[in-house]
């Protein structure tokens, strides 16, 4: 089920072109008091929604897509964890450009780990990505997004796909400098989720997906997630070793080579094998 959120926080289910509202299904939504509440509570309570959302979309008028506002199809996650240099023509693109990518943060994933945007720069495809440093250079990453279904903690890599809600496409932006990566791409509007989520059961196996990126009809990115130097279930299982993972937490889960810069003005078109294909304007700068 293709599952997105959109105009004043409605959910919706996206069939043949079309939002179908489900939004009444958020009523089922438990009640919690301050202090209770981990992890985004739709995503938690999916599995037993999903369901009840079904039904409502069959019930519903359709809404052309086209006319709605697409927004992050999650809502509060705790945490955007991100996968550096994660394909290796993407590492040799960045090792061979020492002058816009900074050399100490250019080396392998399995030394350096991951790393964390804050979830505040997370803004859905509709909602565009507006340049806060028009004097630097700010780049385009395009990545798959896997969403976290429930709680994870020394999560196998066995077990991991276990632990997934869906999938989206993400779109990592980051300004160039020397400033700490989580600094540099933590901007307001920097983690572009959409154009809505995928759930696990229609994606089955998430290493075979293939995407691009085009700017302004242009192609600058085309990869396949078989290409990923740590898998999604490897991801998971990194992400879980370090930190618990809970129900809406966002793994970006690398770039590959073809990054390059965005200006104001530029229209993003990234697209993704299963998922879909959303355009993103860049304003600003």
């Not at 509709?126 to 997004?145: N, Q």
């Not at 130097?229 to 073809?258: K, N, R």
């Amino acid at each position: 089920m293709k599952l997105c959120i959109f105009d004043d926080g409605r959910l919706g289910v996206v069939r043949n072109g079309a939002i179908f509202d489900a939004s009444a299904a958020l009523d089922r939504l438990p009640t919690w008091r301050y202090g209770q509440r981990t992890g985004d509570p739709l995503i938690e309570a999916l599995p037993e929604l999903l369901p009840h959302i079904s039904t409502l979309a069959d019930a519903a008028k359709p809404i052309p897509i086209e006319q709605a506002m697409l927004k992050a199809p999650v809502v509060w996650p705790g945490k955007l964890v991100a996968a550096p240099v994660n394909y290796n023509d993407h590492l040799a693109e960045a090792q061979a450009d020492p002058g816009t990518f900074a050399p100490s943060q250019v080396r392998r994933i399995h030394e350096i780990g991951l790393f964390l945007k804050a979830p505040s720069a997370l803004v859905g495809s509709s909602e565009g990505i507006m340049l806060a440093k028009p004097d630097r250079r700010t780049d385009h990453e395009v990545e798959l997004a896997v969403i976290i279904s429930k709680k994870a903690s020394h999560v196998s890599r066995d077990e991991a796909l276990d632990y997934v809600a869906g999938y989206s496409i993400g779109l990592d932006i980051t300004v160039r400098g020397g400033e700490e990566r989580s600094l540099r791409k933590s901007i307001d509007s920097y983690a572009v989720l959409g154009p809505w989520m995928v759930t696990a059961d229609e994606i089955g196996d998430p290493g075979a997906l293939a995407f691009t990126l085009q700017v302004n009809g242009e192609t600058r990115q085309r990869a396949n997630t078989r290409d990923l130097v740590i898998d999604v279930p490897g991801l998971i299982e990194m992400a879980s070793s370090w930190y618990t993972l809970q129900p809406g937490d966002v793994i970006y889960t690398g770039t590959p080579a073809g990054v390059g810069p965005i200006q104001s003005g530029d229209i993003l078109t990234a697209s993704m094998e299963r998922i879909g294909t959303m355009k993103v304007n860049v304003h600003g700068g």
